[in-house]
């Protein structure tokens, strides 16, 4: 089924390239003597692309002493990120490997044993779950695979393009109750007790995934910018003597090909959802991938939401999150969380944002 990168996709991936190239030092040699700036003269920027893992374009820049020290750390990179995907994968099997697609189709027959990264984020996104956030439901792949399908069938044929019945999404959104899916830490399984339950982690896996490519890069890798899509991991600052990496914030209107701001960050993530991802048309209207728990449609209180923080997984479920909350109510939870900062497009084209984003995003900085 579904493995295709959206031309939406590519046009991002365009804008963090053309970022990241943008007012950087040309490369110079390594110097023997050991002055910062000599030392960062001992470095060179390498980038590599891939469009085979995660349905998206990832692209990883890092500064590296030569040629295989980066080649090294970049096949390192890409294999974790490959064995996340296939594992956190819902539409395709591998064989020996209990995935997510496996789990959908076998954890109401019987406990399914997982690997440790399924687990986990199961278990996390659980914890958020009982904290009383609930906006982002990874239950809810009962609703979500008929938006799926609806949507794959109207951006293949968009004379034909369809909305799902309200009967048919009430009858799905019976399945979608956290409390069905049952964890057994010691055996590390996962039981279905409602059968017509499945999951979907497409609104948190990359974030996951990030993190664990992150916290390998800092060991490989003086410095390094990770892109997955809509999800950005910045590690130390660049090695060519630039204090922060740029990461753009997408401006909404994809045709324009541009960002809306640049955040200047580094050992930060930048996470962005937005209703422009992924989406088809019906009698003229948009309708996206987010999708609102309560209405089981596509929410329509936001166009984008940006999260910045230190942790990925985090930045992702809160993107998705905040896409469905209101912008008081998505205010109100990003300041009681130390660390969060928001930048929110509204459908009139308002820009809103948290006090501390506002040190981050060039367009809001105070001039000094
Ligand atoms: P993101 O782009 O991170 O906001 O994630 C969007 C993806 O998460 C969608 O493509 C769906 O697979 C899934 N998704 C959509 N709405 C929700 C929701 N309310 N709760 C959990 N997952 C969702
Ligand atoms: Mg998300």
Request: glycine share 6%; net charge negative.
């Amino acid at each position: 089924m579904k493995r295709h990168i959206t031309q939406n996709a590519v046009v991002s991936m365009l804008l963090v390239l053309s970022l990241l190239f943008s007012g950087c030092t040309a490369p110079s040699s390594p110097a023997p003597s050991a002055t910062p700036q000599q030392e960062e003269a001992a470095y060179q920027k390498y980038s590599r692309t891939n469009l085979s893992v995660f349905d998206t374009v990832i692209t990883l820049t890092g500064f590296s002493q030569s040629q295989e020290d980066f080649d090294r750390a970049a096949d390192r990179t890409f294999a974790l990120l490959s064995e996340y995907d296939h594992i956190f994968d819902g539409y395709n099997e591998y064989e020996g490997l209990h995935n997510l697609y496996y789990v959908n189709r076998h954890a109401a027959e019987a406990p399914v044993v997982v690997p440790e990264a399924l687990y986990d984020l199961i278990v996390w996104c659980k914890e958020k779950w009982d904290a009383g956030l609930r906006e982002t439901n990874i239950a809810m792949g009962a609703v979500l695979s008929i938006w799926h399908e609806y949507r794959a069938a109207g951006m293949a044929n968009p004379d034909a393009a369809k909305l799902p019945s309200e009967a048919e999404l009430r009858a799905a959104g019976e399945h979608i109750d956290f409390n069905s899916i049952q964890l057994d830490p010691e055996t590390r399984s996962i039981f279905f007790s409602d059968p017509a339950m499945t999951l979907d982690i497409g609104a948190v896996a990359k974030g996951y995934a990030a993190d664990k490519a992150a916290e390998y890069l800092y060991q490989a890798m003086p410095s390094f910018l990770l892109s997955l899509g809509g999800n950005v991991y910045a590690g130390n600052a660049p090695k060519d003597g630039r204090e922060n990496w740029a990461v753009g914030v997408q401006n909404p209107d994809i045709a324009q090909n541009s960002t809306i701001d640049i955040l200047d960050v580094h050992d930060k993530t930048v996470v962005t959802s937005g209703d422009y991802w992924r989406y088809y048309t019906v009698d003229g209207q948009r309708y996206h991938h987010i999708i609102d728990p309560e209405t089981l449609m596509p929410s329509r209180k936001m166009v984008s939401v940006t999260i910045l923080c230190e942790e990925s997984c985090l930045a992702d479920f809160l993107s998705t999150t905040l896409f469905v909350l209101t912008y008081e109510e998505g205010r109100a939870l990003a300041d009681s969380m130390p660390g969060v900062e928001v930048m929110w497009i509204l459908p009139d084209g308002t820009i809103e944002a948290t006090e501390g984003m506002k040190q981050y995003a060039r367009s809001m900085k105070n001039p000094s």
